[in-house]
């Protein structure tokens, strides 16, 4: 008798092995797990930019004007906001157009929001004094009762 496999039996064990390889790698998905990672620190740096702006009204008694954080010379950029984060999606490359942190104020509040990977926002209303997850929609028309976000 012969001692070792056959060809048949050699090719029955890679498949099963590439085939387990590749639903732990659709269960793992790395873009996803990415994804989520940045949403941390994109939820982290909406709070702390809301944190930094009502340090900013405390101390100057107005809120800074819209603008402000895109000017590295201004009172909140030199003091408060040292370093505005940078727009990163998903997989870590800069990409301003569709995920910049954004700051806006009519002079009686303020709010802060920032995309998220499940395609909505982290979005902070100084109004709502916290933070909430919103519909995208609901980040893009500025100033909004909270009845859309968790």
């Known amino acids: 008798m012969k001692n070792g496999f056959t060809l048949i039996e050699l090719l029955v064990v ?16 790395p873009d996803r797990s ?16 809301a944190e930094a702006i009502q340090s900013y009204r405390q101390l100057e008694g107005s809120f800074p004007l819209n603008g402000a954080h895109q000017d590295e010379n ?10 505005w984060p ?4 998903n997989n870590g490359a800069l990409d301003p157009d569709n995920w910049s942190y954004i ?19 982290y979005k902070f ?4 004094a916290r933070l909430y997850t919103c519909p995208l929609s609901e980040c893009k028309v500025g100033f909004t009762d909270s009845s859309n976000c968790d």
Do not use: E
């Not at 890679?14 to 998905?29: E, K, P, Q, R, S």
């Not at 201004?74 to 370093?83: A, F």
């Open 14 to 29: 890679i498949l099963m092995i590439g085939g387990l390889a590749g639903i732990t790698i659709t269960l793992i998905n």
């Open 74 to 83: 201004s009172l909140l950029r030199q003091t408060y906001i040292t370093k």
């Open 103 to 121: 700051y806006n104020t009519d002079g009686q509040r303020f709010l802060v929001y920032s995309p998220n990977s499940l395609g909505g926002c």
């Open 86 to 89: 940078d727009p990163l999606a």
């Open 125 to 128: 209303q100084s109004d709502w």
């Open 34 to 49: 990415q994804g989520r990672a940045r949403d941390g620190v994109r939820s982290k740096n909406v709070k702390s930019m």
